[in-house]
């Protein structure tokens, strides 16, 4: 009997090497396990063996069946594993190098980077507000110390409107309403579109976008706003510029300045954006005049500040590389429609 | 403007100083230098050189072959010029010599050996004349370069007017070099000039000032004025600065005016007897120098003789017929301030913008007047020993500014500036910038001087720009602002815009457009579009359009219409101001309003309509908690009168949302179908709707129920709505619109169906609670005269 329950086990091996699916296992199953199987006859067998061996032939046969067992347990997984890996072979490839549909609209150049703009300031506890369009001859000019003589305010440089008010020509026609709503201690940014009754060329529009922004607190000095405009244009470029101040002349400031800042292009090499100068003329701004002030109720011997411009439009054509003005307010949708969302 | 810094150092010594330290420092301090020409700097070489022979050359009808004295030698050359003639003393550029970078070498024209090259002005850049070589009549030494003689070396720079436009005394060299003093601490010379009390006892001329826009009108007669043509260093220095020899009497009024930044005229007294300032009349007509006729408005300054006959426009331009001629020998030289305003106006209204008249733009000094005339004596008797002056020096001055006297202590200059800027600092700036100061305790007492106090300077601030920009700005240290903790908001306003352009944009392909705020008319009346404008423009030559929108989708429509041939689907979208009327105080009312297109040549106009009507409610809700419903209402012409709604929500009415009227969509194109949604974004995103209490779901498993409602086919959705809102039930938790059926067996009906979400609050529901709630929802409906569809 020992002989024939090792014979078993090898016979059981063999045919196990030889199973090739699961079918030839759950037949093995049968032909040892099953009713009729060896396992069953063993059994039968077993009842005549002569007592003292029953000890011994009956550990033998308990691990002939657990050796089995096993065995066929491990050839049916391995079996399972076997036909799962050869579907998965069989499945239909996904060809992952096909373009995908990504059809999105597009923002406007303009807002995108409006957008940035704002988050910088904001960052900088800048409050943001919007303008009227249309505004007063008061807030354009009178309200901002743009005296009655100035040029500005001749039918050929403004647009005037039948009834007496006229579009806005700059951002600092809502300067007199900020100033009287947040005054005296404030920092607002105030983004707007501007118009200018001027004839159109490739750097000329008479319809632009100016953002300018107003610092009104105690004891501001020049060396705050050159600080402050360096940090701000840090942020609006997200790299560290250089600035340099020059004379300018604005009403609304005295004194008053053009600021200008490494080409963030050529980084101050020279480029054809920044006319190989290294530098490019960005932002009017100074120390806000004591009469704009006064005009929004704020005590200018108490209260300073600065205000500034950033040439928005001038920023959008370096960014976007478009070196035609009137292209920003075409309506051409083709072009529009590759901004996407990001610039 | 060009400066000349050969000019500039006959009033500051500039030794030591290059004209590159000279552009930067300036630039920082001052005013923005453009560009810098290095004159005279390629050519050398070229020397005095007499013809002595001219002969014809054989093969050629042009050419000459020239015998040319250059002391040390005699050089045969042969020069192209017309107007080569024995015995004339020309420039020679030598072999081996330079002009303007083109160099010189022995050549053969027209197989005749050359030495050597006859330059003309324009050749050597010292003139505009190219019509033939230059022809020398003043006495020059034969074979001396001409570089020892004539001042061709030079630099030039070119300033940005823009960037003087407040500064009347930077309009001339002199005040230049009182900058560039100041900048480089040297000292200002002053300037050499005739004294006018020397003639004080001569006869009175016969002025008179009948314009307020006058301010100082002054003349002077000067006779026996010989000489024709201008020295060729004064000919060299004006075209240097920009202007081109005339005649010695122009030349010299020109040469004043560059230098001092006073234009002057010079009349010819034989015509000019008198003259009488006075505002133009009605149909007052003016032949210039250059020979335009220029009809004059009134309020235009006119320069009249003492018989009242106009000669000279004021301040911009002098007349053909008491101008300087061949003949003329006594003159009449005016010097005079007129008022900015009234001297812009009338060179815009003209359109005749001059060197003058730019000057007298920026507001001139009236106290520069009588330096003018006394500079003018001197550097024409420099030249014209013989001239003589006539008259007396008659001065017509009925403006003159107050100086201002301005207080300013160093504590205030140094905390406005942000640096420690000391009172000698202070004084040493503004007096060598002209300004009288003296010191009173810890006050510095500062007068302004005239020729800053026209409109320029007038109260600290102005001082604080003085001393910081002398000081340098690029020597202040940036200090950070003391910071303040507060908290900042992003208006909602602005927010909001931007989040329904990016809604737009990324879920619905939208393109966002930047279009013009004008009304277009033309495009309108062509494509049955009625959109008014309420508030026209002044002068709408260079908008090309009348007036302003009062409706935004118009111009996206025209956007539509403009990329038609080019796209088949379009979806653009605009947030833009719009005037929508006129308020009580003939104020502009004036809107921010969103506007979306959706035009497609393959979707149906109601495919459209729902992907529109989407957007408007799945932002509304997302971004603003608001509840959008359509209703019936008001709508504009050009939408479909059916199928176009308003776009409300409890909070308000917002605009409309509808399909573009047939006739419009066929005028812009055919093939496309149009969608349209205008709301007042102003409005719609100051609104904040709330967020519903939420119920926390019942854990016990719902039940579906699908109803489904026979409806008559007109009916809308909404109503049946109505009418299911009223059937109330504890176990009822919501019902949602599942399917709506229509087909002909079903005559003239539709079949609506809802799914109904039934649970119980504490256990499972029963089929006999279901079927209750069905056989009452079913009586419900049946007692609203319709019935429930049986499968």
Redesign the interface.
Known sequence: MKQKIENLLKQFETKKEAAKTIADAEAIRLEFMGKKGYINELMAEFRNVAPENKKEMGMLINSLKTSIETGLGELIQAKKDEELENQLKNDKRIDYTLPVNQ??????P??ILQ?QI?DAF?SM??????G???E?EYNNFDSVNVPE?H?AR???DT???????V?KTQTSAAQNRILKTHGP?C?VLF?G?C?R????DATHE??FFQIEGV?V?K??????L???M??MLKGVFKKDVNV??????FPFT?????LDTTCPLCGGKGCSACSHTGWIELCPCG?I??NVLKEAGIDSKEY?GFAFGLGFDRLVMIKTGLDDIRR??G????L??QF??KI | MKISINWIKEFVNLDGIEPEEIVKRFNLATAEIEGVEYKGKDTYNVVFGKIIEVQNHPESNKLHILKVDVKSEVLQIVCGAPNVRANMVTCVAKVGGAVCGHKIGAAKLAGIDSFGMCCSAKELDIGEDDEGIMDITENVPLGEDIKNVFNIDDVVFEIDNKTLTNRPDLWGHYGMAREIAVIFGRKLKDIKKVSLTDFDLLPKLDVKVESKNCYRYSAIAIDNVTVKKSPMNMAIRLYYAGMRDINLLADVTNYIMLELGQPMHAFDHEIVKGIKVVDAKKGDKLLTLEGEEHELSENTLVIADNKGVPVAIGGIKGGMKASISEQTTNVLVESATFDSVSVRKASRTIGLSTDASARYEKSLDPELVPVATARFIEILKSIDKGIKVSSKFTDVYTKKYALPKIKITADFISSRIGENISESEIIKVLAGLGFDVTKNGKNIEVVVPSFRATKDVSMEEDLVEEIARIYGYDNITPKPLAFEPKPTFLNTAIGEEYEVKKYLAEKYNGVEIHSYIWNYQDFNASHFIDSKSYIKLMDSSNAGQSGIRSELAPTLLKVISENRNTLSEMRVFEIGRVATGIDENNLAIEKKKLAVVFASQTKDTYTLFDTLKEFIVSYAKTNLALDIVLKEGDKPSYMHPYNTFRVTSREGDYGYIGILNPKVSKSIDKRLNIVVLEIDFGLMSSKHGYFKKVKVPYKYQSTNLDVSVLVPENMNYGALEQILNKYRSKIMVGYVLKDIYQSEALQGKKSITVSYELSGKDHTLEGSEIDEFLSGLISHIEKNKLEIRKN
Do not use: C
Request: glycine share 8%.
């Open positions: 059809t999105i609209g597009a923002l406007h303009r807002t957008k704002i904001v506890g800048f409050t943001i507000e919007d009227n369009e249309i007063t003589s040029p001749d039918m050929q647009f005037w409107l039948d009834n007496g008010e579009l201690i920092r983004p579109r118009f009754n001027e004839e159109l008479n319809t610092v607190d004891n501001v000095s020049v060396s705050n050159i600080y402050f360096k940090e340099r101040l020059r004379p300018g002349f005295e004194p008053s300045f053009e120390m005049h004591p300073n920003l307010n309506g051409n949708v083709k529009l429609s996407g969302t």
